[in-house]
């Protein structure tokens, strides 16, 4: 055992005795190595006795266990052997980030907490979360009235925004090249009215206390102004809004690139400018598909589905949001599409979301199943996919 790894258990010891304690993560898999993308372990009381909680988060499922202490340092130095490269240790006092590299160098980083001084909570029946620190700009927005209350008309619209954080909250839990990051860049591709951009900037603002800017990209002059009039009211000095079309704003280096409800071709533009950004996050919820829907060519053996109309739409939808999660996959990103809220709340419910990765990609594998799918339904060529190729 190295001195470094040493030190971090001496810490995590030190930090369990004095119920400090917040949380521990292991991340990136060693090579050749079958385990769970992210452990992520937590205190918890379970029937009066505390223990270490171990969730491993697989990509299509999460599996948790619980260990005694000493049982449980012992699996974290397990797995730090034999699987994992990089452990994330956060305390109320500090935070400890152990690096081993491939070629032998192990590395250990300490910084000053950015957590509260408040001892961790360690129920295991924990209440739940609000998601929403500061509702100011909630009755700024219409959602709620100036006594704080949910107006009537509203209780999807407030639904759906604290979902969508919980989302994201997740996310950044499994991307350990954003939870690690001192400042953050985020872009919203057609902010509109700006409900979950000035979610997003309360969220690592007031909950995660982290530093952070979001910028709101939005075509229609009068939001640009509401959003800008409303974030200096409220001294959100990293939010604004800026001007522009998606498919012509110049992206910078962004960290989360998001694009909700953008029309048609509107997200494959985005998608484009998220990858080229370099983003660890691009999370879209897509709107509308007429490109695909028009291509589809209605083949014999295909008639008796997209000779009805609303058949075709979904069909469209369905071959186009598979097309372009492949793509992503294509480019270094793990993919993910999953129903983002209840149709009972709202129609546009589809959320794609694609987190970045080093791993080997089998560019091979990727694209024979995109040309099938092409193929299937006669598409010469998805719009997404003639802007990479370009």
């Excluded at 898999?29 to 205190?43: D, F, H, L, S, Y």
């Excluded at 957590?115 to 620190?133: F, G, Q």
């Excluded at 008309?153 to 919980?166: A, L, N, S």
């Excluded at 939870?179 to 591709?189: A, F, G, P, W």
């Amino acid at each position: 055992m190295s001195d470094q790894s040493e030190q971090l258990y001496t810490v995590l010891r030190k930090s369990w005795s004095e119920n400090q304690f917040i949380r521990l993560t292991l991340s990136k898999q060693r090579k050749g190595v079958e385990a769970a993308n992210r452990v992520t372990i937590r205190p918890v009381t379970i029937r009066g006795k505390m223990q270490l909680s171990f969730v491993s988060q697989y990509s299509t499922k999460d599996i948790t266990k619980n260990y005694p202490f000493e049982e449980g340092e012992k699996r974290i130095q397990q797995l730090l052997e034999t699987a994992y490269l990089i452990a994330n240790l956060f305390t109320t006092e500090k935070q400890m980030v152990l690096e081993m590299r491939r070629n032998g160098k192990t590395t250990l980083r300490v910084q000053a907490s950015k957590m509260t001084d408040d001892a961790p909570p360690r129920s295991h029946d924990r209440k739940k979360k609000d998601w929403i620190a500061d509702k100011r700009f909630l009755v700024e927005l219409g959602i709620l009235n100036n006594s704080g209350n949910v107006k009537k008309d509203k209780g999807d619209k407030y639904r759906q925004i604290k979902k969508f954080v919980e989302i994201v909250d997740g996310l950044i839990r499994q991307q350990s090249a954003l939870e690690n990051k001192d400042s953050l860049r985020i872009v919203d591709m057609g902010a509109g009215k700006g409900y979950l951009t000035f979610a997003l900037y309360d969220y690592f603002t007031h909950t995660l206390e982290r530093p952070v800017k979001v910028t709101g990209v939005e075509l229609r002059e009068g939001l640009i102004k509401k959003g800008n009039a409303i974030a200096n009211s409220l001294g959100y000095k990293g939010l604004n809004y800026e001007s522009g079309f998606i498919e012509e704003y110049d992206l910078p280096e962004t960290d989360i690139l998001l694009a909700l409800h953008a029309c048609d071709t509107a997200t494959d533009d985005a998608i484009y400018k998220g990858i080229n950004a370099k983003a660890e996050l691009i999370i879209c919820a897509p709107c509308c598909h007429k490109q695909i829907r028009r291509a589809i060519t209605k083949s014999e053996d295909l008639q008796p589905i997209l000779q009805h109309g609303i058949l075709l739409e979904r069909q469209a939808e369905i071959v186009t949001d598979t097309i372009r999660a492949l793509l992503m996959e294509l480019q270094g990103y793990k993919t993910k599409i999953f129903e983002f809220i209840s149709t009972e709340h709202t129609g546009k419910n589809l959320m794609i979301v694609g987190q970045k990765h080093e791993r080997p990609v089998d560019r091979e594998a990727l694209l024979e199943q995109i040309n099938a799918i092409k193929n299937r339904f006669g598409i010469d060529a998805h719009y997404l996919e003639s802007l990479l190729d370009a």
